[in-house]
């Protein structure tokens, strides 16, 4: 792959809209895992998890990404594996693929976020686009019906304005999240991901550190398109992690195994 990108670890920081999802097994498509990891779950459904962030300036890079994580198993314990990843600049895509075997593909996004009126604390509010891209940038010239914009019974007009926005976009999925209980303290943890690379494991440690919040959210995909198993189905929790700071990949340099 000729373009370049950093080495790690990789230091990110900026905002990240994160869902849970409880989706039976058969509706997955046939995800590779790496030998010696199984998924995690209960009666043939299995946990989800999607990622959308906006890694901005401040950072190694800056970009912005929808990454869809499946819980996982291996000898060390739970982790997760990223089976499917869009990001809209060129080094994070290269350095996701060289270094961690992460399928990440080209995408154009639209981010926005707002804040509710006449509340104390007025929750932030996000709408996500993601389209897949050409390698030029462009949208791809897939046809057929656009996902209806995600809304919220209870939405009000920043809300609404964002549901709209969402409608008259061709963006392939769209997503609302709202915050609705904030905790004052910043959240830090550990985690890690693992993921086929070659014919081995690439294992993949992180560090994160961020405001919390619970929140709403809701996801619009049409069944044939990106995320389509998530169609029509409610996250059994999402949260924002606001502010966050990330370290990603190993701190001495070292790679996947050859």
């Given at each position: 792959m000729?373009?370049t990108?950093p080495?790690?670890?990789?230091r990110?920081r900026?905002q990240?809209?994160?869902?849970?999802?409880?989706?039976?097994?058969?509706?997955?498509?046939g995800?590779?895992?790496?030998?010696?990891v199984?998924?995690?779950?209960?009666r043939e459904?299995?946990?989800v998890v999607?990622f959308?962030v906006d890694?901005?300036?401040?950072?190694?890079l800056?970009?912005?990404?929808l990454?869809?994580?499946?819980?996982?198993?291996?000898?060390?314990?739970?982790?997760?594996c990223?089976?499917?990843a869009?990001?809209?600049?060129?080094?994070s895509?290269?350095?996701?693929?060289?270094?961690?075997?992460?399928?990440?593909?080209?995408a154009v996004?639209?981010f926005?976020?707002?804040r509710?009126?006449?509340?104390t604390?007025?929750?932030?509010l996000f709408?996500g686009?993601?389209s897949?891209?050409s390698?030029?940038g462009?949208?791809?010239g897939?046809?057929?019906?656009?996902?209806p914009?995600?809304?919220?019974?209870?939405a009000?007009?920043?809300?609404?304005?964002?549901?709209?926005?969402?409608?008259?976009s061709?963006?392939r999925?769209?997503?609302v999240?709202r915050?609705?209980?904030?905790?004052p303290?910043?959240?830090?943890l550990?985690s890690?991901?693992?993921?086929?690379y070659?014919?081995?494991?690439?294992?993949v440690?992180?560090?994160?550190?961020?405001?919390v919040?619970?929140a709403r959210?809701?996801?619009?995909?049409v069944?044939?398109?990106?995320?389509?198993?998530l169609a029509?189905r409610?996250?059994?929790?999402a949260v924002?992690l606001?502010?966050?700071t990330?370290?990603?990949?190993?701190?001495?340099?070292?790679?996947p195994?050859?």
């Open positions: 000729s373009e990108f080495p790690q670890p990789w990110l900026g990240m809209y994160v869902a849970l999802w409880q989706v039976p097994a058969r509706r997955l498509p995800w590779r895992l790496p030998p010696g199984r998924p995690l779950g209960w459904r299995r946990a999607t959308w890694y901005r300036h401040g950072g190694t800056a970009y912005r990404e990454l869809v994580a499946l819980a996982v198993r291996d000898g060390h314990g739970p982790a997760g990223a089976v499917e869009w990001v809209d600049d060129d080094r895509l290269a350095g996701g693929r060289e270094l961690w075997g992460i399928p990440k593909q080209p996004f639209a926005t976020t707002g509710h009126r006449g509340r604390w007025r929750p932030r709408t686009l993601a897949s891209a390698p030029g462009a949208p791809d897939h046809a057929g019906p656009w996902p914009a995600p809304s919220m019974p209870d009000d007009p920043a809300e609404e304005t964002g549901r709209r926005a969402a409608e008259a061709s963006g999925v769209g997503v999240q915050d609705v209980l904030r905790f303290v910043r959240l830090r550990g890690r991901l693992v993921q086929p070659r014919d081995g494991v690439c294992a440690p992180m560090r994160l550190s961020g405001t919040c619970l959210a809701r996801l619009a995909a069944p044939d398109g990106p995320l389509g198993y029509g409610r996250p059994l929790a924002t606001h502010d966050f990330a370290t990603v990949g190993t701190a001495d340099g070292g790679g195994p050859s």
